[in-house]
């Protein structure tokens, strides 16, 4: 195993100056709570790898359709990630416009929609679904909802998507289908997966005590500061599930660090704030053009031909790291190793963890149906009602 893969994510919580808790006292609280269902979930990758050789690989263009966290998870990661042989596109199962004109200039005979949905979610995939014309239509659905039925009655190609709850869909074939479809090694990103639940829990605990503790005080906001974006564009399509898990009691909030620095020093001290940082990696240094360099605008600034992005990241953090020290607030450091397949895998693993254990801590249960099941409830009623009328 590469030397960077034996890093883990670490976390780091602060408050007045000091660390906050030792290892003991957070084992001894965390011995109080089960493991959570997700951690011993199996999932066989080599039926996902061989649905996608004989139903997507063909295919130069696939469309991605779904909606939800799905959807702004898959936005944030297809920023940072290509794929030579195939290309992506994205859309809601919600946007009839953007379907009818991916539709309409993409070649049929190269192209695969590509249709995800749980089950809170399949009465507006459906929508979607019966809406395009003929097209090659593959479904990824829970085994035994209306997108199982339907691709059985009208034989599109189905894979099931077998998970604990609508909130943990993250490792399953929801995610791992689209990965392989942008070319991910499916088994570096599981790997990231078993290792974070190897040695993740204790760190998530600790985080999830903390943001629980800082909703005792009064805080009501919960601020996560990444420079690095795609980790950032991660924990954001993910914030809605820590709101579920939370309660609603508290916000999260995801942005840069000018973002934050924007809203001003009054703000932090009605929340906690998460720096996320990255500890390794190369990034573009700075080349200033010779005409500048006797330039009176730029005197004093010849040292910036030494630095680089990544410089540029470490900086803006210290600089605001500072700005809390020197307040007393309390805030964490949530630090990542390197941005790959390896660690997408154990980011997504520390958030469930996170996720799971505050839902523990304030007795809300996260492993329910959302009330996403009653809205459809009613607008099948009202469609209905419609139609009547029309």
């Not at 030397?3 to 001894?28: F, L, M, N, P």
């Not at 696939?62 to 990661?77: D, K, P, R």
């Not at 074939?173 to 990965?179: D, K, M, R, S, T």
Request: proline share 5%; with cysteine.
């Amino acid at each position: 195993m590469e030397k960077a893969s034996r890093r883990k994510i670490t976390v780091r919580i602060q408050e007045g100056g000091r660390d906050w808790k030792g290892g003991k006292e957070v084992r001894t609280l965390l011995s109080q709570f089960p493991l959570p269902p997700f951690v011993t979930q199996e999932v066989l990758l080599l039926p996902i790898q061989r649905f996608f050789r004989a139903t997507l690989e063909v295919f130069r263009y696939t469309v991605l359709v779904t909606q939800g966290e799905l959807l702004t998870f898959f936005q944030a990661f297809l920023k940072h990630s290509s794929c030579r042989e195939r290309t992506l596109f994205l859309c809601s199962s919600r946007d009839g416009n953007l379907l009818r004109e991916l539709c309409e200039v993409l070649p049929p005979s190269e192209t695969a929609f590509l249709f995800l949905a749980r089950r809170p979610e399949e009465f507006w995939g459906l929508f979607a679904l019966f809406a395009l014309p003929e097209r090659k239509k593959i479904l990824v659905g829970e085994p035994h909802g209306a997108f199982a039925e339907c691709a059985r009655e009208c034989f599109f190609p189905f894979l099931p998507a077998d998970v604990p709850s609508f909130s943990f869909w993250q490792r399953s074939a929801f995610l791992y289908l689209p990965l392989s479809v942008w070319g991910v090694p499916l088994e570096e990103v599981e790997r990231g997966f078993q290792e974070g639940y190897a040695t993740l829990r204790e760190e998530a605990f600790r985080l999830a005590l903390f943001l629980w503790e800082k909703e005792q005080e009064g805080k009501s906001r919960v601020h996560i500061v990444a420079e690095p974006s795609l980790l950032g564009e991660v924990l954001f399509s993910l914030s809605s599930l820590l709101e579920r898990s939370c309660g609603g009691s508290l916000a999260f909030r995801v942005g840069s660090p000018q973002t934050l620095w924007n809203e001003g020093e009054e703000v932090w001290g009605r929340g906690v704030t998460i720096l996320v940082l990255r500890t390794s990696g190369e990034g573009f240094r700075i080349r200033i053009p010779r005409e500048l360099v006797s330039s009176e605008i730029f005197t004093g600034w010849e040292f910036l031909r030494e630095c680089s992005f990544e410089a540029l990241e470490k900086a803006t953090m210290e600089t605001l790291r500072g700005m809390l020290r020197q307040r007393g607030e309390a805030f964490a450091e949530l630090c990542f190793p390197l941005c790959s397949p390896f660690f997408l895998g154990q980011c997504v693993a520390f958030v469930q963890y996170l996720a799971c254990y505050s839902a523990w801590l304030r007795e809300v249960d996260i492993f329910s149906e959302p009330p996403l099941v009653r809205l459809e409830h009613h607008v099948v009623s009202c469609l209905r009602k419609q139609c009547q009328e029309a």
